[in-house]
């Protein structure tokens, strides 16, 4: 079954990009923009922008310099570390963000404000349909409080920014970059580019990435020695290598605008195509396929209530595979749809800025194949949002306020009569915010917000091979709800940097997936198989917990600075039935920097403490300490060339992530070293 549009969703976009591509064809002369600090700036969850030290929501920037040089991986891996922010750990191929200890329907993944209309959410061996190689910044937000983006992003947004949609010419005609790298743990190669090119008031852009890496080595047996103790067994030796957790990736895009005085107007095309190993299940790896096309416009009003009308629209067509063996395909799974957003930005007005702010989206998900585990679902969703913000230098107030509704439409695996659920939801939240002394600010938050469950949390019924489990939904659970209070400190003054943010979350109607005891026996070619029943249901739970981070500049000399740096996070979580399933352990980050025009260096200890806290029939997680050391050298005056080395994991550890379904069967790499070269022009 393809993806077909109504004849209301194209008319809508083609009225709103045609009001988009007339009104910048109707500007004669380029702008000339002041530059703007990026790692300072962040567009998402406000589309007006603010600083970063005066947010009162939880944020992360990953910035242009620091992609330059960062591990060819996946997503969550990439991010993982990060305040609050952890690995799905599915292996290479296919790990996901995990923030607060939330994953899967609860953490949005964008790419430039939209959705990404792939099916990583469905199942955490289920890749992310855009490479972190794409993109020029990646902004993260922690916690609800992000009305912008709904309700779906319960547990926080990561917004990919790639730049394929140039929004302002390139600085003397052209800019871009080449990188390259290689690893020991996993024989790993991977190489990307990318080229803007002004052609009068015409921007260019073409960029693509290559990624081939093998099974990578594991200082242990990939058993874990609680699994083997409580199975009875021993842990078999693979020979240092964790079986089936190869992954290779080829991903190209080609973008373009118009760029007038007023405004921009672009289109871009990609193609993605993955294939990577499924460690759950021996021979079993995937194929995935996609194809999207992108358009994104902006006009600033020189006058009115309003600085800009800014619109996004993205389409995809996404496939993946699953195969059992050589030329064995078995299940696929297609997600085709549109998502489109139009945001309205108030010009600022004595401290007062302001945006609001439409969204709608229609998608369909199909599985095929015998080990189908959700029927066909079409899900329809729209949204409208205001967010404000008053600042007063010394002290102010934000506020926001969204309506949803979202509508999915299945036929239950099981047979019987189609099922079409419609969920209302509101959000809300207000927040204020002091600057008592230079360099400090202070905030308070209060957010409300209401998430639809999605359609694995409502339709599943089967067996989900990459989980070694039979899923259940239930057709019957309400919306979740939460009430979130955080706090939030920043500081920044002299050498002294630091962040503080302390939340605690209440669920009314909580969506957990919890192991049933009961066990479901699968005829497989007249050999029995037997899968645990993990069944989805509603409880009441309370999320709290913390993120802190400093830095503090112990010696500086010209452009030669020392820095120490320390980092902490922890999160509790507790149902009506126990501890909630697969939460992070705490953690500690030590780092001390060294940094000058030619040369970085920094060594780095990560502690990631027990978790013994665990869910029904869940086992505990052992502790484990990491050492990194990474270094940077730029051998010539104009900074251009860039070549860099990171050795991670000296010590080869044994680190199993407990956010993991396979965290006893798949431990994390062992000691890598890698080595790479940027050259940005």
Do not use: C
């Amino acid at each position: 079954m393809r993806y077909r549009p109504s004849t209301r969703t194209l008319l809508l976009a083609a009225t709103g990009w045609a009001a988009f591509g007339g009104m910048a064809a109707a500007q004669s002369v380029p702008a000339q923009t002041e530059p703007v600090e990026l790692e300072e700036i962040i567009v998402t969850g406000q589309p007006f922008g603010i600083s970063q030290n005066a947010t009162t929501i939880a944020t992360s920037v990953v910035d242009e310099d620091a992609l330059a040089i960062a591990p060819a991986s996946s997503l969550g891996d990439l991010l993982n570390g990060l305040p609050g922010v952890r690995s799905t750990a599915f292996a290479p191929g296919s790990s996901r963000p995990v923030i607060r200890g939330l994953t899967g329907p609860r953490v949005q993944v964008l790419t430039n404000g939209v959705g990404l209309i792939d099916a990583s959410s469905v199942s955490p061996d289920h890749q992310v349909a855009t490479d972190p190689a794409e993109s020029n910044r990646i902004e993260i937000i922690r916690g609800p409080a992000t009305l912008a983006y709904g309700g779906s992003a319960i547990g926080g947004v990561v917004n990919i920014l790639d730049g394929r949609i140039p929004e302002e010419l390139p600085e003397g005609g052209i800019d871009g970059s080449i990188s390259a790298q290689t690893s020991t743990v996993d024989d790993g190669t991977a190489f990307n580019g990318r080229a803007t090119v002004a052609l009068g008031q015409f921007a260019l852009t073409v960029d693509a990435v290559t990624k081939d890496a093998n099974s990578y080595d594991i200082p242990s047996s990939p058993i874990s020695a609680r699994r083997a103790a409580a199975d009875g067994i021993e842990r078999p030796d693979t020979g240092g290598v964790l079986p089936n957790s190869f992954s290779q990736l080829d991903a190209w895009g080609v973008g373009g605008s118009y760029i007038a005085d007023k405004g921009f107007f672009g289109v871009s095309y990609k193609e993605t195509d993955s294939t990577y190993g499924v460690v759950a299940e021996e021979g079993v790896f995937i194929d995935l396929q996609q194809e999207r096309f992108d358009a994104r416009g902006e006009y600033r009003f020189d006058a009115g209530p309003f600085r800009s009308i800014r619109g996004t629209y993205g389409q995809a067509d996404y496939t993946h595979t699953e195969f059992e063996g050589p030329g064995e395909p078995g299940t696929i799974f297609n997600s085709d749809g549109q998502e489109a957003r139009l945001d309205l930005v108030q010009r600022e007005r004595d401290g007062w800025n302001g945006a609001i702010g439409i969204q709608a989206l229609e998608r369909t998900f199909e599985a095929i194949g015998e080990e189908a585990f959700v029927p066909t679902t079409d899900i329809e969703e729209q949204g409208i949002y205001t967010v404000q913000r008053l600042d007063r230098d010394g002290y102010g107030f934000e506020g926001g306020l969204r309506y949803d509704r979202r509508t999915l439409t299945a036929t239950p695996l099981s047979g019987g009569d189609e099922i079409q659920r419609e969920f209302d939801n509101w959000s809300a939240s207000a927040a204020a915010f002091l600057r008592p002394a230079p360099g400090l600010f202070l905030g308070l938050s209060l957010s409300r917000t209401e998430r639809a469950p999605s359609e694995v949390e409502l339709f599943s019924d089967g067996v989900h091979i990459a989980t070694a489990a039979y899923e259940l939904g239930d057709v019957t659970l309400d919306s979740e709800k939460v009430t979130t209070l955080e706090g939030t400190v920043h500081y920044d003054r002299g050498a002294f940097r630091s962040d503080l943010h302390v939340y605690a979350s209440k669920y009314d109607g909580f969506i957990d997936q919890r192991d049933t005891g009961e066990v479901f026996e699968f005829d497989e070619d007249g050999e029995i198989e037997e899968f645990p029943i993990f069944a989805y249901l509603q409880t009441d739970a309370e999320f709290k917990g913390f993120e802190a981070q400093a830095a503090y500049d112990v010696w500086t000399s010209g452009s030669q600075v020392v820095t120490l740096e320390a980092a902490a996070d922890y999160v509790d979580a507790d149902t009506d039935l126990g501890p909630a399933a697969r939460i992070p352990p705490y953690s500690l980050t030590g780092r001390v920097k060294y940094a000058s025009t030619p040369f970085d260096v920094a060594l780095e200890v990560r502690h990631v403490g027990e978790q013994d806290e665990v869910a029904e029939f869940e086992l505990p997680t052992d502790s484990y300490t990491l050492v990194n050391l990474s270094g940077a050298w730029r051998p010539f005056a104009d900074r251009n060339v860039t070549v860099f080395a990171e050795g991670r994991n000296l010590t080869d550890e044994e680190a199993r992530e407990h956010v993991s379904f396979l965290k006893d069967i798949a431990p994390q790499p062992g000691r890598n070293l890698r080595v790479g070269i940027n050259y940005r022009f």
